[in-house]
Structure formats: C-alpha cells, structure tokens
C-alpha cells in the first residue's frame, strides 16, 4: 500500500487490488511518464515564509511596471496618430465606445435575411433552415409569389432570437444563400415579446455592394 | 426515500467497508465513518449543506457533510441540478444537431466535447478524417485543453484567496478562446466540429498569431503563476497532503485525467489509444506522486506545458497540408459544396436529404473516448440506421471523479472541501448531462 503518511487525518477506508507497478506504464516508452517536483518537506526558505511572498510581490510589481512602461510606450505612439498598431500594457478595453482589436470577424451574431435587387428576400421558403435548427426556433409561413420566377416566397419569417443558440446551421443549411449570421452580437431587449424578430426586422441589412456569387442564381438572366 | 439508495443499517453493501449508511434526512443517506477511537456520538456531529449555489460549488452540486468538530466524518455528494437531458435529447436531434448539445457538456473545453462525438459517428461510418482535419482537431483540442485548465487552476487558486494567478490565468484564457473565436465563430458555444470534418479551416496566420499568444502571454503567465505560488507557504499548507486519494481506490472507482495522474498512474486516452493525430506527437504524461491538491496542480501545470509542446509539433504538420481537403468527400455524411448546391440539382438534392434526415450511419454501435481536461470523455453510440441516435450515451470524467470525492475528503477539514473540489474540476454541464 502506498504510505499517506502525510496527511494525519487521512486513512485508507477501501483496500481497494493493489495494482503491480508497471500495470499503467508499461504502455509508454521511455522518459514519456515525468513526476514533477512535489518534495516531501518544506524547505527552509519556504518555511521562512517572508521571502517567497517578497519574491511573489515582484513578480507581480514587475507586471505592473512593464504595463506602464508599455503604457507610455503605447500613449506617445497615440499622441503620433500610431496608437492602433502599438500594444497597450493593459487589457482594458473601453468598451462600447472600443471594440477589442481581435474581435472575430466570423463571430455567428445577429441574423439577416439577404435580398434580391428587387428588395424582396432571396428566401424561397423551402423550411430547410427550420429543419436544420436545433433550437426550433425559426418559424416560417410560405406563400405564393406573383411572379412566376420565384413561385414561393415566405409570408412571415420569425426568428426567437432569444432561443437561438448560434449555431450556424441555418445560414449551412440554405440552398439559396438567403440567411446568414452577422457578428453583431448586441441583442438585448427589455421584453422578450420585442426578441422574436420579423421578418421586416431581418431584412433591415442593406448591403451597400451586392457581390455577385451572392445573388440566388435564378435572378441572374437565363442563358438557354 | 427513493427506490435505489441503500436503507438504514445495510451496512453490507460492497462499497461500504468502513463505514455505514445512515438515513439522515428525507430521502437522504450518508455514509458515516467513525474516526478510530471515538464513540459514535451523534449529539456532537454537526450536519451542513453546502450548495447548490455556493460560490465555491461552480456547477451547481449539492453536498451534505457531516462534522465531527472541524473533521469531516461523513460526505454526500448530490449532482443533478443541472441536469438537462442530453443523452435522450440526442434521441430527438439527428448526429449532426447533436453538435451543439456536446457544447455543453464541458463548457471549459467545448472544442474536445465536439470532436469526441463526432469521432464517435465517425466510427460508426467506419470512416477516417483526413490527415489535415486530424491534424487541426488534435491542435485545437490541446488549444481546449490548456483553456481548461487555465480556468480550473485560475479558479481554485481564486478559491484559496490568490487572485493575482486568477487573473493572469483568466486573461490568457480570454485571449485564447477570442481567438479560437476567429476561427470557429464563437467564443463558447463553438460547434466547430461537423461529421467527417471541420467547419472552417485555420490558416496560417491564425497559426502564427497562436504561436504568438503562446509565447506573448500564455508561457510568461504560467511561468508567473510558478513563481507566485509554488513556494508560498500558505499555498503548500493548503495543498500538499490535502485530498489525498490512493492509487488502489482512484483505480477502484475509475477516476480519470489530472486526478487519476496525480496518484501515480500514467493513464491517458492520448496514449493507450491514440486518436486523431496523437500518435503522430511525442508528448509526455505529467503524473504525480502522492495523489494531493499539490500533484494535481502540478499536473496541470505540466499538461499545459505539454499541449504547448504538441501544438508546437503539429504545426508544421498543419502548414504542410495547406489546402487539403477539410472534409471526407463522402456524400452520406459532408454537406456539398455551395456551389455545387446554387448550380447542380443532384448536389441540391443530397444537400436536402442530409439536412432533413441528418447524416445516416449503418446499424451498428460505437464507443470512442478522447482524453478530455478533466478525464476519459466517452460517447457510446447506438444506430438503428436512421438519421437519429437510437441511444446516446455519454460518460463524463468529472461525475465518476466526484464519485470518489468522499475519499478525498473524509477526515480532512472543513476548509479542505473549497480546494479539493475546485482541484477536481467538476463541470456541471458534464457531471449533470
Ligand atoms: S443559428 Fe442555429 S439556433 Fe439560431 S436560428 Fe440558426 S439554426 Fe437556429
Ligand atoms: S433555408 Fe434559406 S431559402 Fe429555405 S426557408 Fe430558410 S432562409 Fe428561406
């Protein structure tokens, strides 16, 4: 049995089988298995108390010194018009008015339905982003378009954006490219009716270049 | 009382050499131990509820212990108030919905949790990942696992009244998961993993500017958090033969990870069944030799060190494979190209299938383990060949280690409970399902 001999109040209360010693490393080659340092004593450096919390004090004094020194380093460059390519000592962002500068930029946010030239949405209320959902929590109602080109088009389009779990998926999951998720990430409200949000709502996103790989195939003209 | 727990003076049971099982409450049973030579006084015993929402339980667990003065003489340990169902949920949601769920599980290290199902659906396909998603997931579990363990030590060294280490540990941590961020799209919740692939590729930069972190801010913040507490005397009372546990009984009650490794038993996932692209890594095991709070703070510490070292290894590897395919070209499983889907109605059609009825691996069933931050994370899979899991289960490392969480404490102190269950690293979303 291994010896506990170090904790008084401690006793072995299950004998449980005694493992022969090479049961586990035997799978390992050599040097693979390290014990780190865990000495039996104290020494008396450390039993002295005093020079280890001393050490511990510069250490975190010399943080703070190397925080400032970047600080000022970082406030004369910002003076000189250079202070967004030079690092700050600190974390500390200002927050809303600074958005921290390895913010993602594929962050899966707020959703936005994308449109056609015409303003309509590109969705064509296939329920292939509702099926997808694991949340459940995209509700569409389909109806019929007049013009005959795009034959289905979804009458109301909710998203409970507070059950939405951010998963992506839908944005995956449609074949025409009509859902997609923003990195916009403020969405608060105070009434959780306001968190459903429509379809007018999801359709506010107005793209200021339409880029071309982006426009459901079935606008562009018919080459037959 | 409920139907499975043992009733008063059944003191037989094969679990219980020392010690008996006493109703205490309704519905409620702990095992109470004498400690040798004392009467069993019941007038002097005290019982007290810690949880479920103490600060100190992070996770939501409930525990009644009973004292002898200040000495732990009895402990129950009462999971499951965040329980949420997962494994039958998974009966309702197809392999590829799952995802998300797995999320869940080990909050601090999201990206294993993802992997490890997905490996598992995988073996059911009785298909392989290519080398170059291999070789990113093995990088970004070990990216996981040191954002794990930063979180853990940060947090029980919080617990101990050592903030500065919290902080720098926090920081770091914070750095890290924004930029696993810049890659899968979410801090968190990150559902990085697909079956058969990878949802976005890594670039170089991404590697590089990883590479940066590490040696800008992880390396420099661990070496710190060395020289502020592993000397400090108030650390070492508190940690060094306190929580021991045994090698016989952490083998016994199939404890796993750090706490498993700090007892002396160089038992991991990563080496005695190499997954991904672990066997293409040389890596050492960090154990410890005593089974305390000690060795298992060092033995994360080492771990970190070590994931260090394997990201370093693998990323040559990655940049080699620049380009490669992310994704098994297997239709049964991989969602086609865009653009195959915007222009080509066969690929628009098995787009469809694959969402409605979900990846559809054969019959058959699966277990695969990952060697997740806190232990053996496995996912034992049942296909009836249709889209949805027949049966989904899960074994978490952090509810069998709290298993054997009376071990550790029985006889120490009241204050003894703090470290030892912040060194244990029980994650809710894991222990509970
Ligand atoms: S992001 Fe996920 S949860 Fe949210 S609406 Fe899309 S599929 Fe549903
Ligand atoms: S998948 Fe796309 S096209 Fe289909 S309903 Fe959803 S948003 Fe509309």
């Known amino acids: 049995m291994t010896d506990f001999g170090r904790n008084p109040g401690f006793r072995n209360l299950v004998d449980g089988p005694v493992l022969p010693e090479s049961a586990y490393p035997g799978e390992f080659t050599e040097g693979e298995i390290v014990t780190y340092y865990n000495p039996e004593k104290m020494t008396w450096v450390e039993r002295m108390y005093i020079p280890y919390v001393l050490s511990g004090l510069a250490i975190t004094a010399g943080r703070f010194f190397s925080n400032m020194a970047q600080w000022a380093v970082w406030f004369f460059a910002w003076i000189r018009g250079k202070g967004a390519e030079t690092k700050r000592g600190t974390v500390t962002i200002y927050y809303p008015e600074e958005q921290r500068p390895d913010f993602s930029p594929v962050n899966r946010g707020k959703h936005i339905l994308t449109q056609r030239p015409s303003g309509d949405p590109q969705c064509v209320a296939c329920y292939m982003c509702a099926t997808a959902c694991p949340a459940f929590c995209i509700h569409i109602v389909a109806g019929e378009h007049p013009d005959p080109q795009i034959e289905k088009y979804p009458v109301r389009f909710d998203i409970e954006i507070d059950k939405c779990i951010f998963c992506g998926y839908c944005e995956e999951a449609c074949p025409v490219d009509a859902i997609r998720l923003t990195t916009d990430v403020h969405l608060v409200d105070y009434k959780r009716q306001r968190m459903v949000y429509d379809k007018d709502f999801l359709l506010t996103w107005k793209p200021t270049v339409v880029e071309d790989e982006h426009i459901y195939p079935g606008d562009r003209p018919r080459e037959d | 009382m409920s139907a499975g727990m043992p009733t008063e003076g059944s003191p037989t049971l094969p679990y219980t050499q020392g010690g008996e099982f006493v109703t205490v409450g309704e519905g409620l049973c702990i095992r109470r131990i004498y400690p040798e030579g004392e009467d069993s006084d019941l007038s002097a015993r005290t019982m007290i509820n810690i949880g479920p929402s103490h600060p100190a339980m992070h996770g939501t667990i409930r525990m009644v212990v009973e004292l002898d003065g200040e000495t732990i003489v009895g402990v129950d340990v009462i999971p499951g108030y965040l329980h949420r169902g997962f494994e039958k949920e998974c009966e309702h949601h197809t392999y590829h919905q799952a995802i998300p769920y797995t999320d869940r599980l080990n909050y601090c290290s999201p990206l294993i949790n993802n992997f490890g199902w997905v490996e598992t659906v995988e073996k059911l396909f009785e298909v392989e990942a290519t080398r170059r998603t291999q070789l990113i997931r093995t990088y970004m579990s070990e990216v996981s696992r040191i954002t794990d363990h930063l979180t853990c030590l940060g947090a029980a060294l919080m617990e101990l009244g050592a903030l ?62 060395h020289g502020l507490v592993d000397h400090n005397r108030i650390f070492i009372d508190r940690m060094r033969g306190v929580g021991v546990i045994s090698r016989e009984d952490a083998v016994s009650y199939g404890v796993t990870g750090p706490v498993l490794r700090s007892t002396g038993v160089g038992l991991d996932v990563r080496k005695y069944a190499p997954y991904s692209a672990y066997g293409d890594v040389s890596f050492e095991v960090p154990i410890g030799k005593y089974g305390d709070n000690y060795d298992r703070y060092f033995v994360r510490m080492r771990e970190m060190e070590e994931s260090i070292r394997i990201c370093r290894q693998l990323d040559p590897m990655i940049r080699a494979t620049n380009g490669e395919p992310i994704v098994v070209d297997d239709a049964r499983m991989t969602l086609p190209d865009k653009k195959e889907v915007y222009s080509n109605i066969e690929a628009l059609m098995n787009h469809f299938k694959l969402i409605m009825e979900g990846p559809r691996p054969p019959k058959g069933e699966a277990y695969h383990a990952v060697e997740g931050a806190n232990g053996e994370l496995g996912f034992y899979l049942v296909s009836d060949g249709t889209g949805l899991p027949y049966k989904a289960r899960c074994r978490p490392p952090s509810f069998v280690n709290m298993g054997a969480i009376h071990l550790m404490l029985l006889g120490s102190q009241v204050a003894d409970i703090v470290p030892v269950f912040g060194q244990i690293n029980m994650i809710g979303g894991e222990c509970d399902r």
């Open chain 2, 164 to 225: 500065t280490p919290f902080l720098y540990m926090i920081e770091v941590r914070d750095w890290l998961w924004e930029h696993i961020a810049n890659v899968s799209g979410a801090r968190l919740t990150q559902t990085y993993a697909r079956v058969g692939g990878l949802a976005r590729d890594v670039t170089d930069e991404w590697l590089d500017r990883c590479e940066h972190l590490y040696v800008e801010e992880l390396i420099p913040k661990l070496r710190d958090v």
